[in-house]
């Protein structure tokens, strides 16, 4: 199976001055219908990979290496009105904060149906019976009745519902999942998980999915990628890679996280040497590339 | 000596707010039920868990624990004194005795401050007449008690780490050397290297100082790290308490195993995702 997705040697730096590195040749794959997990820290360049592959990184970030291939062409030299036209509709996001990411002022009909009118040129009644479609799909009871709502009217995993209808209604082949469960109560994180897993496999679509929760990894996740300061540090099968972490960095990373099953979990951060490895690591990578270009 | 009477106590507390939600119209706002009896004691050197979704009324709990809310029924007693209804100004007496660490040290530290100032703010609530070196020294003692260079507290908080701002947020409720402590959430926007080093440190403190630690979050993985009991709340009540490692292994309630089995653990399991799943 081809990948639907395949980042090749990805690098990004702040376009300021001493231009600081916030990607370092990341590279991965995703295939059609695989959830694949981006865990790390903050600042481990996990949300700046997903946005790079929407097109979307801050005015302050520039990519200065490598290639997103998507169906075989790369989006980071597709002109911006082809690129446009493949965001909501080929390549769709879920983002992390259901409230911020709906216009509070706007019903959620008119929201959920933007892409199908402005792209397919859908009206009236069609879009309608779509959008209620739509949110049949998330299992959203009574969806005649959510389409006339505002943002506020709902809770917070209503809301995280109806951003993952929009994510799906285009049927899109890839998601971008970006921490989709943070601002959740638990009970509601699993339904949302739930959800989102199920969606993807009727419609076999492949997943990007931040998260820095190794937990939500090893429930929803086929294959990841653990990153340190833009650098991938192990990437696998999610299984293999948390049953039998190869690198000290990600085996950190598990002794770090509480376990309601463990009384002894959770209270070991990384430690300093092996923090120390992956600076050195990471300098090496800085220096290898310089050769490189050079 | 042996501790028997508990620091902290809520004898059937009951806590009833305006409800904001509701329509403004004439007249009072309608009130809204936000504690219904809860009870619970706390001892010197205890860590005691409380969670729960949003919604459950653990903020208030606490929050009432600490007199910031006045309890609409029961009692809240603290070293044996029932502070049920004391004033304000008779509670400010009290306040160094109890403090408590906020969630969001970005949000609770004045950003137009030095890190001193607001830890001297503090300082002014239990030690008032102290002054110039013994003063600096206190505040620099606090610091290095959290695992804070000391250098740092002339820094302001935007030029600390989140981690370093949490361990600022917990200086400032210990440096007053209280006896209670609240926290409300006080890992939850950490990383987990951080955040296992604000657990230990947490844990450490309250051993080290004797304190009462009430600890709220809705994580229970975070729970059982550091508490040596813990309350279930749901609702406006407590639905299940008791030590740690008896709850865990053997839950009473179906709200606390459903509430476990919400958290996934870092194991993949292939029945996870749809065990607990409404019948379709």
């Keep these: 199976m081809s990948a639907l997705l395949e980042i090749d040697g990805l690098s990004a730096a702040l376009k300021a001055p001493p231009r600081a590195p916030l990607l370092r040749g990341v590279s991965l794959g995703v295939a059609p219908g695989e959830v694949h997990g981006l865990v790390g820290e903050s600042g481990a360049g996990k949300s700046t990979i997903g946005k790079a592959i929407l097109g979307i990184l801050p005015q302050a970030i520039a990519v200065t290496g490598g290639a997103i291939r998507f169906d075989g062409q790369d989006l980071l030299t597709l002109p911006r009105a082809r690129l446009d036209r493949l965001m909501g509709s080929e390549i769709a996001l879920i983002p992390q904060d259901p409230m911020t990411a709906l216009n509070p002022a706007r019903r959620i009909g008119a929201q959920l149906t933007d892409g199908l009118r402005l792209r397919r040129g859908l009206r009236g009644g069609e879009l309608r019976a779509r959008a209620v479609l739509a949110l049949e799909d998330v299992q959203i009871p009574d969806p005649e009745a959510v389409l006339r709502r505002y943002p506020h009217e709902l809770s917070g995993g209503m809301r995280q519902r109806v951003l993952i209808a929009a994510a799906f209604a285009m049927g899109p082949r890839l998601i971008i999942a970006d921490e989709p469960t943070t601002a959740l109560d638990v009970t509601v994180q699993k339904e949302v998980l739930r959800l989102i897993r199920q969606m993807q496999r009727r419609h076999g679509t492949g997943v990007i999915f931040v998260t820095h929760d190794l937990g939500v990894v090893a429930q929803i996740c086929d294959r990841m990628t653990v990153l340190y300061s833009g650098m991938v540090v192990e990437q696998g099968a999610a299984a293999e890679v948390l049953a039998n972490p190869a690198h000290a960095y990600t085996r950190a990373l598990l002794a770090a996280s509480p376990r309601h099953d463990r009384p002894d979990a959770g209270l070991a951060p990384v430690p300093p040497e092996v923090i120390d490895a992956l600076r050195a690591e990471v300098a090496r990578f800085g220096a290898g590339r310089r050769t490189g270009d050079g | ?280």
């Design chain 2, 1 to 280: 000596m042996a501790e028997t009477t508990p620091l902290v106590e809520a004898r059937a507390l009951e806590l009833e707010l305006p409800d904001m939600n509701a329509p403004r119209g004439f007249g009072p706002r309608p009130r809204v039920r936000i504690l219904h009896p809860v009870s619970l004691t706390l001892r010197r050197g205890e860590i005691l868990g409380i969670v729960g979704e949003s919604g459950s009324g653990k903020t208030s709990l606490g929050r009432t624990l600490l007199r910031l809310h006045e309890p609409t029924g029961g009692a809240v007693l603290f070293d044996g004194n029932d502070i049920t209804h004391r004033s304000q100004a008779d509670l400010r007496i009290l306040r160094p005795r109890m403090q408590m660490i906020f969630q969001d040290p970005q949000s609770s530290l004045n950003p137009r401050r030095r890190v001193a100032a607001s830890l001297s703010a503090a300082l002014d609530l239990g030690a008032p007449g102290l002054r110039g070196p013994a003063r600096r020294a206190a505040l620099e003692e606090a610091a290095r008690a959290v695992g804070l260079d000391p250098a740092l507290i002339d820094r302001f908080p935007h030029e600390l780490s989140g981690g370093q701002r949490q361990r600022v947020g917990i200086a400032r409720a210990i440096v007053t050397r209280p006896d209670f402590v609240l926290a409300d959430e006080v890992v939850s926007g950490l990383d987990v290297s951080t955040q296992a080093q604000v657990l230990a440190l947490l844990k450490r403190l309250a051993a080290e100082m004797g304190l009462a630690l009430a600890f709220i979050s809705h994580d229970l993985s975070v729970i059982r790290a550091l508490c040596d009991r813990v309350c279930v709340m749901r609702a406006g009540r407590i639905v299940e308490q008791g030590p740690c490692a008896a709850l865990f292994e053997a839950p009473q309630t179906d709200y606390t195993r459903i509430l476990l089995d919400a958290i996934p653990l870092p194991v993949p399991d292939p029945g996870w995702l749809e065990r607990g799943a409404p019948a379709r």
